[in-house]
């Protein structure tokens, strides 16, 4: 019974650890998402793509920087949200 009461409380702490990584990688996700869109729609708006023209960031970078950071701003939070209810699961028993 100990030994099983020992490893509930290093699982907790391995969980515990990997929801603080988890807030971490979300935290970072978010700011980059606030920092490329701003910086893709000034972009659009300063240089707009007239005459069959536009600038490499409003073709590749704003599009696929800004697809990419918000896919994985969602793959981080599922992956936190995956993490609590384990820790919540393990806390119950």
């Not at 697809?67 to 806390?91: F, G, H, N, P």
Request: proline share 3%; aromatic share 10%; net charge negative.
């Amino acid at each position: 019974m100990a030994r099983s009461f020992g490893d509930k409380n290093g699982e907790k702490e391995n969980l515990a650890g990997a929801i603080r990584r988890a807030k971490d990688d979300v935290h970072f996700s978010f700011r980059v998402v606030t920092i490329v869109y701003p910086i893709g729609w000034v972009s659009a708006l300063v240089y707009p793509a007239t005459l069959g023209h536009a600038n490499h960031f409003q073709e590749v970078v704003f599009p696929q920087g800004g697809a990419l950071s918000i896919m994985w701003l969602l793959v981080c939070l599922s992956t936190l949200l995956e993490l609590q209810a384990s820790y919540r699961k393990l806390d119950e028993e």
